[in-house]
């Protein structure tokens, strides 16, 4: 036999795959070939959709169904035995296994990345493979298991005899966390982007440590019914009978096969609870409140328990003071798990300081890269009175005959207190626009409000830009909000992918998180998201790809700058394109932008020999293309703001002029020379105040830097735009404060401190770097506690001193 002449596929049968064999492994249960792992990234050229290849590995060898232990990659007999090894660590890095092996067929090269003893890399004789019982005896040794945590952690996978398995990172996580319990961890945090499958995941951690009797009474928490519900009839469905909802009133649920199932409660109609279930899903508001008789929970006793799931767990169980976090205190004895997509992280609420670091992370950037998620585009779009804000003329009347308040009125006034509906109505005509140019108007559509009033009022500008549709089915356009009961009734017809109506949905913040909106492809921001968790969670409602109705990627519209968070170095899942149509342009992003590669770097135009197309041009037949009262105000014209942009000057004329030269004129307006300007900038402590006094004056400086395509500190905008001053980067500017050396006179703890403020400066532009708060974030807990750090400057006085001065040198050079 020629072996050298074999292919990569018969050095596998007829070397690898025996020695295996031969070494204990059992071909049926524990080897599994070209085992792929994802989906492949999904790649967008206009309207032609294609996949990348998928990542596969030629073995992965499990001790049990789901529990991976090695991983081997197969090279044909031209290749040496160890050239498969680069390639086989990448993938095991990714899919968490702690053994790699390579092989030519010769033997094998292993590698030990548990670092447990030993040479980390060892060439092994092809009648030499390690046992799984060898293999597994390393892993408990490393992972430190017990007797009675090992048969916690080798609990089965619930099967259904589908073949259906979870996913790598779903796999990753449900390990990660069962073997956290197993060895005495109490709280667990899993954070899973929006669309990867979280609850799927909670399930399969309860049902191995249900079965395994490690844990016998288990509570599932949310904060909206829809999940509880979804959650019971679909992925619970089932711990059958053992189930129950802590609610009172029954309720029949269809099921995805049309049969229809019966929600079992444990709570009867004088609220008193049956403790004889053992899976328990319930509301955070069915089972507390303010009052002490609303809080039901106390009828169970604090030991009931024996392990918490959270659910959605950044939207409030990271309060000190809420009353989800009552519940969590009250059970404190029990184990509990909090999932997210968007940890909570900020100077007032921190869910890490609860749960603890994350046990397995999966972002939205991972899952867009493994083609589990849908890319998507961004399409921005700049209204004049956002950007240039509103003044009323004096004497101003109001829909109610009263005078308006005389002040400016910018993004942040308009429709939480101050209404211009033609403003409402060009949003209205321009996400319609959108729907028709892109040959399809029955595409499922988010349009996220200010609130429940303005979310109204968008449903009535839509329907009248859309009375065709509306006339064929009223509920082309509905409301869907907390107050609205009709708009709710709906709510399952719109997430469900089999119901047409319906299509357009207006929102202020019920449908922003844990909906399962499958086949949504448009979200329309217009609304301010000040909230990075918040965002994120909006972006997550379209990041579900939906095969069978050829879903895969979406469109997020933006009116109102909240994708300015794409900036935010906690962001993560970068848009393949960011569209700003001007005024006369189509809504639609151009079809001819080259998507990039994982690298940035960009593909070619055409789909190559490794991706599959998997999507086209649309089908033939698709249709063408304490609150304040608030103040109406009628006939005031608004447009989208292009390249030139028409205003109101101070005598009323009607003046037209770039963005660039009406952002000169008001800058200069507020700062009459360079001198005065920088003396300014110079003697305030709180830099960010004078970007806010410009905020309030209608002038935003992050439309100005977005026309402009620049990563700027707002101090080098208004200096080469008002003027005319050759500006520097943030990076650039923290480069020459490192070069001058201003930090030699502190010692190493201080330097290493100030240097670390240096790099969030560069990448984040924060302006108040003195507040001592930031040393309680990453990466300064790395350096030591605050009280040391602030007793490396001398104290907290010492430390704001040095701060600014650093902030002086950062601009001390203007040209």
């Known amino acids: 036999m020629d072996k050298a ?66 991983l081997i990659e ?74 009675e945590a090992e048969q916690t952690v080798l609990q089965d996978y619930y099967d259904d005899g589908t073949g259906k398995t979870p996913r790598y990172y779903q796999v990753n996580a449900v390990n990660a966390a069962v073997e956290a319990i197993a ?98 899903l319930g509301l955070y508001q069915a089972i507390t ?15 009931f328990f024996d392990l918490i799931v959270i659910d959605e767990c950044h939207r409030g169980s990271a309060d000190d003071d809420s009353a989800w976090r009552e519940i969590l205190e009250y059970f404190s004895a029990a184990t509990q798990i909090g999932l997210t997509a968007t940890p909570k992280e900020t100077k007032y609420v921190s869910n890490i300081a609860y749960f603890g670091d994350a046990v397995y992370s999966y972002s939205l950037k991972q899952g867009i890269r493994d083609g589990f998620l849908a890319p998507y585009k961004v399409v921005k779009v700049h209204i004049d009175r956002d950007v240039q804000g509103y003044r009323p003329e004096k004497g101003q009347l109001d829909r109610e005959g009263d005078e308006v308040e005389d002040r400016i009125y910018n993004t942040k006034d308009f429709d939480r207190t101050l209404v211009i509906d033609d403003r409402t109505k060009l949003v209205a005509k321009r996400v319609t626009q959108f729907l028709k140019e892109s040959g399809d108007r029955l595409q499922k559509t ?17 329907v009248n830009e859309n009375a065709d549709l509306c006339a064929e089915n009223h509920r082309y356009v509905m409301r869907i909000t907390g107050s609205d009961a009709e708009g709710q009734a709906q709510l399952g017809n719109f997430i469900d992918p089999e119901s047409k109506y319906p299509v357009l949905v207006t929102s202020s913040r019920l449908l922003s998180t844990g909906v399962d909106a499958q086949t949504c492809r448009l979200i329309v921001l217009d609304r301010e998201v000040g909230s990075m968790t918040e965002f994120k969670q909006i972006v997550g409602r379209g990041t579900r790809v939906h095969e069978d109705t050829r879903k895969f990627f979406f469109t997020l519209m933006d009116f109102r700058g909240a994708t300015n968070h794409f900036a935010d170095p906690q962001f993560d899942g970068e848009p393949v394109q960011i569209y700003e149509p001007h005024d006369d342009d189509p809504m639609t992003p151009p079809e001819d932008v080259p998507p990039n590669d994982e690298d940035g770097e960009p593909l070619p135009e055409t789909p190559g020999e490794d991706e599959t197309v998997v999507d086209g041009l649309p089908d033939s037949d698709q249709p063408e293309g304490g609150k304040r009262r608030k103040v109406y105000v009628d006939g005031v014209a608004v447009s989208i703001l292009g390249e030139r942009t028409e205003y109101l000057d101070e005598n009323g004329r009607l003046v037209t002029e770039s963005l660039r030269d009406f952002t000169k004129r008001a800058l200069r307006k507020s700062f009459a020379s360079l001198d005065g300007f920088l003396n300014r900038w110079n003697k305030a402590d709180r830099k960010q105040a004078i970007i806010d006094e410009l905020e309030a004056e209608g002038l935003s400086l992050s439309i100005v830097a977005a026309e402009l395509g620049a990563d700027l500190d707002p101090f080098d905008l208004i200096c080469h735009i008002a003027f005319d001053r050759k500006p520097l980067t ?41 507040d001592a708060n930031v040393l309680r974030i990453p990466p300064f807990t790395g350096l030591g506690t605050t009280v040391q750090l602030l007793n490396a400057f001398g104290g907290k006085t010492g430390f704001e001193q040095a701060v600014h001065e650093l902030q002086a040198a950062l601009y001390q050079e203007t040209a």
């Open 74 to 147: 197969a090279k044909d007999n031209a290749h040496s035995v160890g050239d498969g090894m680069q390639q086989a660590l990448e993938y095991a890095a990714t899919l968490n296994i702690p053994f790699v092996f390579s092989s030519n067929g010769d033997g094998f090269v292993f590698h030990d990345r548990t670092g447990a003893g030993g040479a980390t890399e060892t060439t092994l004789a092809l009648g030499a493979f390690p046992s799984p019982d060898d293999l597994w005896a390393r892993y408990r040794a490393w992972k430190g298991l017990t007797t």
């Open 730 to 770: 943030r990076r650039e500017r923290a480069e020459n404060v490192r070069k001058r050396d201003v930090f030699a006179k502190y010692g190493p703890q201080a330097r290493a401190v100030l240097d670390a403020l240096l790099a969030k400066y560069a990448d984040e532009g924060v302006f108040n770097l003195d």
């Open 446 to 462: 988010i349009v996220f409000c200010v609130d429940q009033e303005h979310a109204a009022r968008m449903r009535q500008a839509l």
């Open 5 to 70: 002449g074999l292919s990569e596929s018969d050095i596998c049968a007829k070397f690898i795959t025996p020695a295996v064999v031969d070494a204990g492994w059992d071909e049926v249960i524990q080897i599994r070939r070209e085992v792929s792992f994802t989906k492949g990234r999904i790649i967008v050229r206009g309207k032609l959709v294609s996949r990348g290849q998928g990542k596969r590995a030629d073995y992965i060898l499990y001790y049990k169904p789901n529990i991976p232990l090695a």
């Open 183 to 280: 060895k005495g961890k109490q709280r667990i945090l899993l954070v899973m982007a929006t669309g990867t499958g979280k609850t799927y995941t909670a399930f399969q951690i309860i049902w191995r440590l249900w079965k395994a009797g490690c844990k016998k009474r288990i509570l599932f928490l949310a904060d909206r019914n829809v999940l509880v519900d979804q959650t019971m009839v679909n992925d619970f469905r089932p711990f059958g009978p053992a189930m129950a909802k802590l609610s009172v009133n029954s309720k029949t649920i269809e099921r995805a096969d049309g049969t229809e199932l019966t929600l079992p409660t444990a709570i009867d109609k004088k609220r008193r609870i049956d403790t004889a279930y053992e899976i328990y």
């Open 289 to 303: 409140g303010p009052e002490e008789k609303q809080k039901l929970f106390r009828e169970f006793s604090p030991g």
